[in-house]
Nanobody, 121 residues
Framework: EVQQAESGGMSVQIGGSLTLPCTPDDREFDWGWYRQAPGNKCELLATINSLNRTYYADSVKGRFTISRDSAKKMVYLQMNSLKSEDTAVYYC??????????????????WGQGTQVTVSS
């Protein structure tokens, strides 16, 4: 159901689920996930802070869940009921810009290379 794609990305069927792991800078106090599709803006999806308080964008609320494992120093994005519109490059982020929900004007790749997620039938 979940397959490797080009450039190290992942492919998943419509309606399926996928969880993305990340090992962000644990010296920060806020972490989040962004995504960007070709021709679209960089979009903030979810954030979580050191007290495990979370924020979700309306576009993913109820379908995506951000979580954190402090012992493993990892952050996760669980994605359920995936739609074709969820196809994008997903980026893990950390720091004050996440705390203030800033959108990098350069685009999402400000946060790094990201992971391609392709949702299709």
């Amino acid at each position: 159901e979940v397959q490797q794609a080009e450039s190290g990305g992942m492919s998943v069927q419509i309606g399926g689920s996928l969880t993305l792991p990340c090992t962000p800078d644990d010296r920060e106090f806020d972490w989040g996930w962004y995504r960007q599709a070709p021709g679209n803006k960089c979009e903030l999806l979810a954030t979580i802070n050191s007290l495990n308080r979370t924020y979700y964008a309306d576009s993913v609320k109820g379908r995506f869940t951000i979580s954190r494992d402090s012992a493993k120093k990892m952050v996760y994005l669980q994605m359920n009921s995936l739609k074709s519109e969820d196809t994008a490059v997903y980026y893990c982020a950390a720091g004050p810009r996440v705390r203030w929900r800033e959108i990098p004007r350069e685009g999402c790749d400000y946060w790094g290379q990201g992971t391609q997620v392709t949702v299709s039938s």
